[in-house]
């Protein structure tokens, strides 16, 4: 019987194998894997936001792309993790709904996608896949043993990058 980790919106965990890691209602929020080859382990922060600065109320960290990540790296070097060693996937950050605004570079998604990039860049982390943007929301879970994220959509082909 395998063990699966859940996160919820606006959190993140770590894991090991033979553990997974899965999070679910990825619409405009994205999800930032974090793994590391060698020791087999994972983070998946499940970000609401992209930048806490420009929120005032930002208690929860983990809401945020910048913060989320910056806690979850810390919780992963707690466990032995090699920050040199981490490499990344994302997935999410959907255009939920149409507004008559169609520029899709100011939806909330496309920010937190961008941010997600932008934080990884910045920490020399590798981007190695992502399943972003699109108008529907995802389901993903990650299997440290493997390194590959399973994408599940309603009405899409499921994926594994």
Known sequence: MESVVK???ADYSICSEPQKITTIGLGSCVGIVVYDTNSKTCG???AMLPD???IRNNSNRSKFVDTGMEDMLKKLEQAGVNRKR?????AGG????DFIDDNENTSVGYQNVQAAKQVLKQLGIPLIAEDTGKNYGRTIV??????ELQIKA???EPMVI
């Open 86 to 90: 981490l490499m990344a996937k994302i």
């Open 44 to 46: 998946m922060l499940h």
């Open 7 to 9: 996160v919820r919106m």
């Open 94 to 97: 959907a255009k939920m709904f």
């Open 154 to 156: 309603i009405g899409q």
């Open 52 to 54: 806490s600065t420009k």
């Open 142 to 147: 990650f299997d440290p043993a493997s390194n």
